[in-house]
């Protein structure tokens, strides 16, 4: 639930003026992944720029896991692609990137002192498993908006701003 607040807190409130108020500019998360390698859940996944995963442009690829209860890491690598063909893939060869950037999700560490792993060690005996959930839909974006017909766009968004 923190991550989903922290995601719609981040991306959820940007879309485009006008009457294209309804559409929003950032679309995620895609691509979700746990991770294991770590004493805490940990999770990756992008999101990019664009209202469809199709065409996506700024790819971020984003790697988070909690270090207390009330805070967590977030690693973040953008990739910015301005060369693409005419199937929306990128001209070059971008799998070296992505392999040295999964390469550094996959080096990180984290080592627990006591307190924090004996904190971790009640909350799976209280919980049991502590595994994130195995697949996170993308969400609903713009949030600040609950999307209007498009010739009503440019009215809601001057009375969301008049509010500020």
Not at 62 to 90: A, G, L, N, W
Request: proline content about 9%; overall charge negative.
């Amino acid at each position: 639930m923190v991550l989903l607040h922290y995601l719609n807190d981040r991306y959820g409130h940007h879309n485009w003026e006008n009457d294209l108020a309804h559409i929003p500019k950032f679309f995620g998360p895609i691509d979700w992944q746990c991770h294991a390698h770590l004493p805490v859940p940990s999770a990756s996944f992008k999101v990019g720029r664009g209202a469809n995963s199709e065409q996506l442009v700024g790819l971020e690829n984003i790697f988070v896991f909690p270090v207390t209860d009330r805070h967590f890491v977030e690693v973040c690598f953008e990739k910015e692609i301005y060369s693409f063909d005419s199937d929306h893939q990128p001209k070059f060869d971008a799998s070296p990137m992505t392999e040295l950037q999964n390469a550094i999700f996959d080096s990180i560490r984290l080592e627990l002192g006591p307190e924090t792993q004996a904190r971790v060690d009640q909350i799976k005996a209280e919980v049991g498993d502590m595994q994130l959930c195995k697949e996170f839909a993308p969400l609903k974006w713009p949030t600040n908006i609950y999307p209007p017909e498009p010739s009503e766009a440019p009215q809601m968004q001057k009375s969301l701003k008049a509010g500020c």
